[in-house]
């Protein structure tokens, strides 16, 4: 996990030096983008196009290999007609460069990236109808399953063993627990922990195995005008967590975000689960594992969330986004409890139609 010495701190003069030495481009425009451990930048060079520079901190620059996967899962995902961004390559051809800096704790490597700029609005920003949480769980489903065709040699390096923001990686919260003492919350979480190591590691060997893109949230997902009243996906950004994980793993990450910003958080999942299996039926297992699947996620970015704010209180802001509304939902759905909370999202699924 990235730390508060690895985030790159870079100036507007230094990231028009990057783009005019790497990339032959000449700025004109230039603005600071929102991220949790990176560094973004939109650009609009005066040759033309738009563009988004992204900077990776140095603890997660290191390893290439898993960059270099993500660089080709997005073109691989661009190919088959999914909204992704590509890379521009450098002027040697390259789709990454690394590069060395001072940000105030040494000279570190960063990896940085220029990526296209797609256009559109989160859905973090707008009202999301049923119709619209239908689209966005057929297309998470569909994500994972075009990402299970890709072929690349260095592929099992996506297996990220003990990657902290994988499922599979809900007993590791346990060394992080301590930033919620005092927090009446921190019952709740140790409860789910325990949960999920009693309800669902024995059941994993029955999940379907793929790769997560494994941060489907709604800052990540952009919509536009679909007529005069209606929203179509047209981004899908940061494939900065892809992990080999679950089906149900992606699933479970887009009910939680999807919750975040909605007036009636419970009835989310009941959309996504019936545009999830326009996709990909789940299968017992997978459908009796996905309460306890949501709430680990909430429990997951709770406990980063706070960590991650010691590391950066200055950028507390942007880091409790998730966190803040998070609380409440965590809270309301332990409340309801499983038998409840599954009769609204399944029952909610089966009678969903498309208008």
Same mark, same amino acid.
Not at 126 to 154: F, R, W
Not at 183 to 194: F, M, N, S, T
Not at 309 to 327: D, F, H, K, S
């Given at each position: 996990?990235?730390?508060?010495?690895?985030?790159?701190?870079?100036?507007?003069?230094?990231?028009?030096?990057?783009?005019?030495?790497?990339?032959?481009?000449?700025?004109?425009?230039?603005?600071?983008?929102?991220?949790?451990?990176?560094?973004?930048?939109?650009?609009?060079?005066?040759?033309?196009?738009?563009?988004?520079?992204?900077?990776?901190?140095?603890?997660?620059?290191?390893?290439?290999?898993?960059?270099?996967?993500?660089?080709?899962?997005?073109?691989?995902?661009?190919?088959?007609?999914?909204?992704?961004?590509?890379?521009?390559?450098?002027?040697?051809?390259?789709?990454?460069?690394?590069?060395?800096?001072?940000?105030?704790?040494?000279?570190?490597?960063?990896?940085?990236?220029?990526?296209?700029?797609?256009?559109?609005?989160?859905?973090?920003?707008?009202?999301?109808? &049923?119709?619209?949480?239908?689209?966005? $769980?057929?297309?998470? *489903?569909?994500?994972?399953? @075009? =990402?299970?065709?890709? /072929?690349?040699?260095?592929?099992?390096?996506?297996?990220?063993?003990?990657?902290?923001?994988?499922?599979?990686?809900?007993?590791?919260?346990?060394?992080?627990?301590?930033?919620?003492?005092?927090?009446?919350?921190?019952?709740?979480?140790?409860?789910?922990?325990?949960?999920?190591?009693?309800?669902?590691?024995?059941?994993?060997?029955?999940?379907?195995?793929?790769?997560?893109?494994?941060?489907?949230?709604?800052?990540?997902?952009?919509?536009?005008?679909?007529?005069?009243?209606?929203?179509?996906?047209?981004?899908?950004?940061?494939?900065?967590?892809?992990?080999?994980?679950?089906?149900?793993?992606?699933?479970?990450?887009?009910?939680?975000?999807?919750?975040?910003?909605? &007036?009636?958080?419970?009835?989310?999942? $009941?959309?996504?689960? *019936?545009?999830?299996?326009? @996709? =990909?039926?789940?299968? /017992?297992?997978?459908?009796?594992?996905?309460?306890?699947?949501?709430?680990?996620?909430?429990?997951?970015?709770?406990?980063?969330?706070?960590?991650?704010?010691?590391?950066?209180?200055?950028?507390?802001?942007?880091?409790?986004?998730?966190?803040?509304?998070?609380?409440?939902?965590?809270?309301?759905?332990?409340?309801?409890?499983?038998?409840?909370?599954?009769?609204?999202?399944?029952?909610?699924?089966?009678?969903?139609?498309?208008?």
């Amino acid at each position: 996990m990235a730390t508060k010495e690895s985030k790159p701190n870079l100036s507007h003069s230094q990231v028009m030096e990057i783009i005019k030495r790497v990339y032959g481009l000449t700025v004109s425009i230039i603005r600071p983008m929102p991220s949790y451990d990176d560094q973004n930048f939109y650009v609009a060079p005066s040759e033309g196009g738009e563009y988004v520079l992204k900077i990776m901190n140095s603890a997660d620059s290191h390893n290439i290999t898993v960059n270099e996967l993500q660089t080709h899962s997005m073109n691989f995902l661009h190919q088959r007609g999914l909204p992704v961004q590509t890379t521009l390559p450098t002027l040697t051809g390259q789709l990454m460069s690394i590069e060395e800096f001072d940000c105030g704790f040494g000279m570190q490597k960063y990896l940085v990236r220029l990526l296209t700029y797609l256009p559109g609005t989160t859905i973090a920003k707008i009202t999301c109808s &049923p119709q619209i949480l239908y689209d966005v $769980g057929k297309m998470a *489903a569909t994500l994972d399953t @075009v =990402l299970l065709q890709m /072929e690349h040699p260095n592929i099992t390096a996506l297996q990220r063993e003990n990657f902290i923001w994988n499922l599979t990686s809900i007993p590791l919260l346990n060394q992080y627990i301590h930033v919620m003492d005092g927090d009446p919350v921190q019952k709740v979480v140790k409860a789910v922990i325990e949960q999920y190591q009693i309800q669902v590691m024995p059941k994993l060997p029955l999940f379907r195995k793929c790769i997560n893109h494994g941060d489907f949230n709604d800052h990540n997902l952009l919509v536009k005008p679909d007529g005069p009243s209606k929203y179509k996906i047209s981004g899908i950004l940061d494939f900065s967590d892809m992990s080999c994980g679950y089906f149900i793993f992606e699933l479970a990450i887009t009910i939680m975000y999807m919750m975040i910003e909605n &007036p009636n958080p419970v009835n989310v999942g $009941g959309p996504v689960v *019936a545009g999830w299996e326009s @996709v =990909l039926p789940l299968s /017992e297992a997978e459908g009796d594992s996905l309460y306890l699947l949501v709430l680990c996620r909430f429990c997951q970015s709770l406990v980063l969330a706070r960590h991650a704010v010691i590391q950066q209180p200055e950028n507390e802001e942007y880091l409790m986004t998730t966190a803040r509304t998070g609380v409440r939902h965590l809270c309301r759905l332990w409340e309801l409890g499983k038998e409840e909370v599954e009769k609204i999202w399944f029952q909610s699924a089966a009678q969903f139609s498309q208008p």
